[in-house]
Each structure stands twice: as structure tokens, then as C-alpha cells.
């Protein structure tokens, strides 16, 4: 089946700092890339869509010049967390769009936990 | 829009009992619906998937469930529950009339005692 390779699994940084998470889709080519951030407890809240060479698409209440979202190519998407601040401080998971490929729909990237100090 | 709902937090159930986890959803055009497990600091583990055809859908590990269009439910169930099943379950909704975001409900977890 697909799989999504996130990376890192965990990273801490500094506040001010900024951090990059990859999603890789390893046996297929993801057009669609959904970025998901959930807190501790919490539902899947999604943040914003990416398509493979266009400007993605947030949702409302997400400050695009903090959370950067790059697709630019077919099986790289990434996020960037600019200034990161404790508030940031989440899970972070992706998730391809696989419905042309596999019938389960969507793959999901393990997810990131990310602790800003 | 889009809407998802579980109505329980959390879902106590003893070893080898029957287990239901509770989802109903609100759609404009075709629902395509979803059921994921989450295990701490991970992502999450696809179910099983309903998007026509027979309402009682079967799934990995056991699990099945049955959409009802009239209730608008989709609720998760398992003959017989393991303590390994104990996670984080996560209902989800597509709208086929509505491009191809997932909505997710709040979640619930499941506590399987020995």
C-alpha cells in the first residue's frame, strides 16, 4: 500500500526558531497533501491543503506566513513553522490524497511532535 | 458544511465483550466515510471506509460498521474487544458533492480492562 514518510518524528527547538517538517510520498505521486495539527486529546484539525505547484490553501484562523506549506513537487510537500513559540508546540501530522491509487483513500504520515522551549 | 460528531469521550469495555464507539455525520451531497485508530504519538491506522454499496462494512482487526443513512450514523463496532484495541478512534467525513477534505470527530477513547 502507500505510505507517507514524515520526518523528524520529534524535534525540539528554541522559540524564534524555525522548524521543517517533510512529508514524502514513497510509492506514489501526491498531488493532494493535507497538513493536520492536533493538540494533546484532541481531534485532527486541518490546517491547509496543498496542491503539487500552487499556492496551498488555508483554512480560517491559520496564519499563512507562519505555517508555510511548500508542494513543489509530486512527492515532497513540507511545513515550516517561522518564529515558533510554545503555542506551537503540537502534533503535527500530513495526509496524501490516494484515492486514484488505493481504495482506503488517504495515507497519513506518522506525525511530528513538536516542542517549542 | 461538513460535520462530524462522537457523542463519547470515552468508551470503557471489558475484555471480550462487544464494543461500539458512536459517530453520526452531517453532509450536503454523499457522505464518504471514514474510521482510523490512533495509538500514542502516532498517526493514524485506517479502519474501514464506507462510500456505497452494502451499509455494513467490514474492516480491518475485526472491526465493522454500518452506515444508516436515516440516522445519519456510522457507528464502529467489535464482537468481541481486546485490551490491544484500547486507542484513540477517529470518525471522518467526505462529502462527495464538496471536494475532497476530511472532517473529523473529537475522537474517542477506548479503555479495554482485562
Known amino acids: 500500500g502507500a505510505v507517507v514518510s514524515q520526518h523528524p518524528s520529534w524535534v525540539i527547538c528554541k522559540s524564534g526558531t524555525s522548524v521543517k517538517i517533510e512529508c514524502r510520498s514513497l510509492?506514489?505521486?501526491?498531488?493532494?497533501m493535507f497538513w493536520y495539527r492536533q493538540f494533546p486529546k484532541q481531534s485532527l484539525m486541518l490546517m491547509a491543503t496543498?496542491?503539487?505547484?500552487?499556492?496551498?490553501?488555508?483554512e480560517q484562523g491559520v496564519e499563512k506566513d507562519k505555517f508555510l506549506i511548500n508542494h513543489a513537487s509530486l512527492t515532497l510537500s513540507t511545513l515550516t513553522v517561522t518564529s515558533a513559540h510554545p503555542e506551537d508546540s503540537s502534533f503535527y501530522i500530513c495526509?496524501?490524497?490516494?484515492?486514484?491509487?488505493?481504495?482506503?483513500?488517504?495515507?497519513f504520515g506518522s506525525g511530528t511532535r513538536l516542542t517549542v522551549v | 458544511a461538513q460535520s462530524v460528531a462522537q457523542p463519547e469521550d470515552q468508551v470503557n469495555v471489558a475484555e471480550g465483550n462487544p464494543l461500539t464507539v458512536k459517530c453520526t455525520y452531517s453532509?450536503?451531497?454523499?457522505?464518504?466515510l471514514f474510521w482510523y485508530v490512533q495509538y500514542p504519538n502516532r498517526g493514524l491506522q485506517f479502519l474501514l471506509k464506507?462510500?456505497?454499496?452494502?451499509?455494513l462494512v467490514k474492516g480491518s482487526y475485526g472491526f465493522e460498521a454500518e452506515f444508516n443513512k436515516s440516522q445519519t450514523s456510522f457507528h464502529l463496532k467489535k464482537p468481541s474487544a481486546l485490551v490491544s484495541d484500547s486507542a484513540l478512534y477517529f470518525c471522518?467525513?467526505?462529502?462527495?458533492?464538496?471536494?475532497?477534505?476530511?472532517?473529523f470527530g473529537g475522537g474517542t477513547r477506548v479503555l479495554v480492562k482485562p
Open positions: 495526509s496524501a490524497d490516494t484515492f486514484e491509487y488505493f481504495e482506503y483513500g488517504y495515507t
Open positions: 510509492d506514489f505521486q501526491a498531488t493532494t
Open positions: 496543498s496542491n503539487e505547484g500552487s499556492k496551498a490553501t488555508y
Open positions: 453532509v450536503s451531497g454523499n457522505p464518504y
Open positions: 464506507y462510500i456505497t454499496g452494502d451499509n
Open positions: 471522518a467525513v467526505r462529502d462527495g458533492a464538496a471536494g475532497n477534505k476530511l472532517t
